[in-house]
């Protein structure tokens, strides 16, 4: 899952997972891009179709973040590539910065880690009793 806008060259990005897969001894990877129109639902979706046994989301925080929601309670592994700005799920995880590692460690990584994901709908919030 990539977001084309956070990529300085799409080409020798793909170029590099492709490489790094293939060392890894992974089939070609397929590519779904996110839109302006949609951050990643609908391509997330694609590729949960195509039962993908990874999915990279290279992006910022919130593609990221819609890619995460896509995948909840699906079983499939998510990779994070950071190509943001603030990066802070990366951080928080302790995941590269780096983007040639950060491919590296998302294709190739034996470290599963479970993250809770949160679901909140609503307009308003009042917190309840008080501190």
Do not use: Y
């Not at 694609?46 to 910022?60: S, T």
Request: glycine share 10%; proline share 6%.
């Amino acid at each position: 899952m990539l977001n084309p806008s956070k990529v300085d060259d799409a080409t020798d990005f793909r170029n590099q997972v492709e490489r790094t897969a293939q060392r890894a001894g992974w089939e070609p990877p397929e590519w779904f891009e996110t839109s302006v129109d949609d951050p990643g639902h609908a391509m997330t979706k694609a590729a949960l179709a195509a039962e993908v046994d990874l999915v990279i989301a290279a992006g910022g925080d919130g593609t990221v973040r819609v890619v995460c929601s896509e995948l909840a309670d699906s079983g499939v592994p998510v990779g994070i590539v950071p190509a943001g700005t603030g990066n802070l799920l990366v951080r928080n995880l302790g995941l590269p910065l780096d983007l040639r590692e950060a491919i590296e460690v998302a294709i190739t990584g034996t470290t599963d880690r479970r993250i809770d994901l949160v679901r909140v709908e609503g307009t308003t919030w009042r917190p309840t009793g008080s501190r």
